[in-house]
């Protein structure tokens, strides 16, 4: 059974930082990228970033060069570390698997093939 469960959301102030973790199982890193998307209330889905099993890295423009995407292969987790965070920032963040490469000019960063039930980051003034 396949299964992502994303955990290190919370209540930050604006300028601080957070860093999710995306415990995966029932597949490898090794044949899927993975993905991190985000959606606030009244908004469509955000893909921001994706590393692929080969370990090349991207970004949406709106969180590039504050938030690093990562992962240890032999915990099949992968983290988003969010640093400098803003008011814009505030959305659940879920991680998705994604059977081979990332697609960068895709809404969220590829076809999702699996993704967990998110976690909240809620930042304030």
């Known amino acids: 059974e396949v299964q992502l469960v994303e955990s290190g959301g919370g209540l930050v102030q604006a300028g601080g930082s957070l860093t999710l973790s995306c415990a995966a199982s029932g597949f490898t890193f090794d044949e899927y990228s993975i993905a991190w998307f985000r959606q606030a209330p009244g908004k469509e889905r955000e893909g921001i970033s994706c590393i692929s099993s080969g370990g090349s890295t991207y970004y949406r423009d709106s969180v590039k060069g504050r938030f690093t995407i990562s992962n240890d292969k032999a915990k099949n987790t992968a983290y988003l570390q969010m640093n400098n965070l803003t008011l814009e920032d505030t959305a659940d963040y879920h991680c998705?698997?994604?059977?081979?490469?990332?697609?960068?000019?895709?809404?969220?960063?590829?076809?999702?093939?699996?993704w967990g039930q998110g976690t909240q980051v809620t930042v304030s003034s």
């Open positions: 998705a698997g994604i059977y081979g490469a990332c697609l960068p000019s895709s809404p969220t960063m590829g076809v999702l093939d699996y």
